[in-house]
């Protein structure tokens, strides 16, 4: 299993625990992927403390749309609001790892927040709402194509609406903003009050299998 953006590996450690009930003696591995250096220190100190067995879960530092790891060497991919603060403009080479990476028959599952349509610019270029996954949220059709460009089967592709309420973020995600000035700080906190979130951006389940056919 490999999970993209893990931070303190706790969903690696909570997998692993899973795998060794059914198998107290897993040939397989659990890998966490993350950009930042401290998350993975802080993920590898976690897992010391743990009591699992060697090398069966290992923490990787590198950006998710280029990771260290043999092509079809995975069997499931997942991951959480992590592809949302990925760069439009490189989101579609995180699909095409995924699709590399993945063995033929493999599984992606992954939770992610999906723009229903256009957000305005007072949207995107919020600091606290991309922070809050909100901002960076790719549109449905767009977060599909890239999937499928990247050779996954359309048949295979599932974006499902949980349709739970996003509008909790708002607390959380106002007083975040980057501002250079308290008139600024209010000014971005009025704006994201005024938001409905369910209006512009929902919590999507996505699942995808790699095609058994060598690409």
Known sequence: MLDLGSGGGLD???????????????????????????????????????????????????PITKIPLKDASIDLIVSNCVINLVPDADKPMVFSEMHRLLKPGGRLAVSDLLAKKDMPDHVRNDAALLIGCIAGASLVDEYHRWMVDAGFEQGSIVLANTNSDLNVYQKQTAPLSCCSSKQSCESSRKNADKLDFNEWVAAYQIYAVKGKHIS
Not at 39 to 44: D, K, N, V, Y
């Open 12 to 62: 690696c450690l909570v997998a692993a625990r899973q795998m060794l009930q059914t198998d107290p003696s897993p040939t397989g591995k659990i890998y966490g992927v993350d950009r930042s250096s401290k998350m993975i220190e802080l993920a590898r100190r976690n897992a010391s403390k743990s009591v699992l067995p060697d090398r069966l879960v290992e923490f990787i530092e590198a």
